[in-house]
């Protein structure tokens, strides 16, 4: 069996996009903020496991395990400034408010195939820390990530899952918080001044039936006596419209063959 898709990967990789364009956005206020606003990727941003969230010693250790430079053994330093990033699964569905989840299975047309839907409202945290050697580039970094925030249209955020084997499409995550504010992080090193941002990115993550997803002929079956879930083909998800009728000007029939692939069109009459 394939392995099942993870939502949240794709929520992370959206999330590290969105970090990019802040730095695109940034004004540099320092020497040292400028260099980081133009190093290599791998060397300014990078996002660490869900579990070291609000573990900011832990973020800093995983990252200098890292290459970070040609130069550099591994484990031995990592380039500063530096900002790292977390995220977490929040337990707690978004509010009824804000997103009402669909339970049931609707009809959608996706690349012209015919599916099934359903959505699972979601919440994550998301978190970045910031460091460096000094607190004005820390602060500079943070504070402007927040006013960067505040733009209506950097808080909507697409985030492109698997619907299918072959197909991804985008879905609207929202950063709902309303008030951003940096905080200042004690760091164990006398050297490092360390600032965090918190927000929650809440939108829904599509369920898809119908175009090959791992698991997908196993939902929504029922049971056996046994307890075990029932995988099964829905009756109706070979079926194809092979007749339709078109009324504009004329009245035309459009047939297709099931076997072939081959569509023609007929004019039945002109309409008066």
């Excluded at 969105?18 to 940034?26: G, K, M, N, S």
């Excluded at 990033?85 to 337990?91: C, G, P, R, Y």
């Excluded at 992080?185 to 175009?211: C, K, M, R, W, Y």
């Amino acid at each position: 069996m394939d392995i099942p898709y993870n939502p949240i990967k794709a929520i992370q990789d959206a999330w590290v996009k969105i970090l990019l364009d802040f730095r695109a956005w940034y004004f540099p206020e320092t020497k040292q903020t400028q260099e980081w606003k133009f190093r290599a990727v791998n060397q300014a941003i990078r996002s660490c496991q869900s579990r070291l969230i609000d573990d900011a010693e832990a973020m800093l250790v995983a990252f200098r395990k890292n290459i970070n430079t040609p130069e550099q053994k591994q484990g031995e330093t990592a380039a500063m400034p530096v900002l790292l990033t977390a995220i977490a699964a929040v337990d707690m569905p978004p509010d009824i408010g804000q997103l009402l989840g669909v339970p049931y299975s609707i009809d959608v047309m996706i690349d012209d195939q015919i599916a099934k839907m359903r959505v699972n409202p979601t919440t994550v945290r998301a978190q970045i820390a910031f460091f460096a050697t000094n607190p004005h580039d820390a602060r500079s970094i943070a504070s402007q990530f927040c006013t960067y925030l505040n733009d209506d249209a950097k808080r909507k955020i697409d985030v492109s899952f698997q619907v299918g084997k072959q197909t991804s499409k985008p879905f609207k995550f929202v950063v709902f918080d309303n008030s951003l504010m940096p905080s200042a992080i004690p760091s164990e090193a006398v050297n490092l001044s360390v600032f965090t941002v918190d927000v929650h990115l809440s939108g829904f993550v599509p369920q898809v039936f119908g175009l090959g997803l791992s698991g997908e002929h196993c939902v929504n079956h029922g049971f056996d006596a046994q307890g075990i879930p029932i995988c099964a083909v829905d009756d109706d998800s070979d079926k194809v419209v092979i007749q339709a009728d078109q009324f504009d000007v004329r009245h035309s029939r459009v047939k297709a063959d099931r076997e072939t692939g081959s569509i023609t069109v007929e004019t039945i009459k002109d309409r008066k």
